[in-house]
């Protein structure tokens, strides 16, 4: 059994060599990967994106926020005027209102069904080729704004070390960064009306 699934494994990851090798030959800077981090963060932003797009209805979505939204406020109204009546009413509006909450997040779920599998591959990926020794070095007001030191010291309270250079981050926080970035970049061109 166990030689089945390191044969899958191998299998797996020799596609993901066949993809991301040329990609990792071609940047300018071999041993420092951030390009081809970049690329592998836009092909996995892009393949989530994609299937936000099209396997969750986002105007259910965005509607059923948006009533959410209204009912907090008439909520608020309601408490201030003192009216029993209408936070009654209101309250079993909302009630109603979280069984439909539930069956879109639930059909929220599905993209990461779709995406969770490849994902992990490509990060086990990245992990074990010449990306796991890439550090980029952050210009100072970057490294505060994305809370780096607050990632260094969560991440060596967890993994015990501390972070060696100065304004440095490694492999997967930078993935994040771009990730997030690209992220944002491809919902605005495929039209999703909220970010993130």
């Known amino acids: 059994m166990a030689d089945i ?31 081809t981090v970049l690329i592998i963060a836009f092909i996995v932003s892009l393949i989530t994106t994609i299937a936000n797009k099209y396997l969750v209805d986002q105007e259910k979505m965005n509607e059923n926020q948006k009533k959410s939204r209204e009912l907090s406020s008439r909520m608020r109204d309601a408490q201030k005027r003192g009216d029993g009546k209408e936070i009654a009413k209101l309250q079993a509006e909302q009630t109603e209102m979280l069984k439909n909450q539930n069956a879109v997040m639930m059909e929220s779920f599905k993209p990461m069904i779709v995406t969770f599998v490849p994902i992990i591959l490509i990060f086990f990926w990245m992990r074990t080729s010449a990306i796991h020794d890439l550090v980029i070095i952050l210009p100072t007001p970057v490294y505060w704004i994305t809370l780096t030191p607050l990632w260094h010291f ?20 930078w993935y994040m960064i771009c990730t997030f970035g690209m992220s944002q970049i491809l919902r605005k061109f495929l039209g999703f009306k909220q970010g993130f």
């Open 154 to 173: 969560i991440g060596g309270f967890l993994y015990g070390g501390k972070a060696t250079i100065p304004y440095g981050i490694g492999w997967l926080l």
């Open 5 to 35: 699934f390191s044969m899958i494994m191998d299998a797996i990851f020799n596609v993901l060599n066949t993809i991301f090798n040329p990609i990792l030959a071609m940047d300018p800077n071999p041993h420092s990967p951030a390009l």
